[in-house]
């Protein structure tokens, strides 16, 4: 009796403790970002199916940055993969389909890791997946816009985008800025 006394007001103490921390976000965030990517890579083929561009009117870009990229694209009458997702996820207000998925990662890296949100590699797979879902929408042609001293070996258009559009026979249009 004396025990069950003086056990029960501290489970319920140990309980209310546990109860009454608050969820550390940052922790949370990450684990958050990595269940997404089985259903990101659907979501990220969806966006850019109902959103991108003509299939020939495609754009990948190389060391140049996603605002000059744009800029060029729109002179161009071409299309980003990042004007792609933007554009999916502004039309998806009512719905939020892609709110805990594609709106996540469509900022830039500083932002993503700054936010807590997770890390580096988590933002780098994201836009891997991106990346390959872009370069396999393409159909026959494509441009890349790149600095004079081509893509860098690391970057996203030579990692994911360029093996896939050479294995699928794709005309490439290099432009160099």
Partial sequence: MLLSSFITPLALIASTVVVAYPVDTRTS???????????????????????????TKTMMHSGIGAIKASKVARSKKLQTVETTIFLAINADKTENEYKDTLKKYCITKEQFCDSGAGTEADW??????????????????TTLVTTAAGPAADSFYKTFEEPILKSNNIQIHVDKE
Avoid at 29 to 52: D, M, N, Q, Y
């Fill in 124 to 141: 780098k797979k994201a836009w891997g997946i991106i990346s390959t879902a872009w370069a396999n929408y393409v159909n026959k042609e």
């Fill in 29 to 55: 965030g990450v684990l958050v970002a990595r269940t997404i990517p089985s259903k990101f890579a659907e979501h990220a083929a969806a966006a850019i199916k109902a959103f991108g561009p003509l299939h």
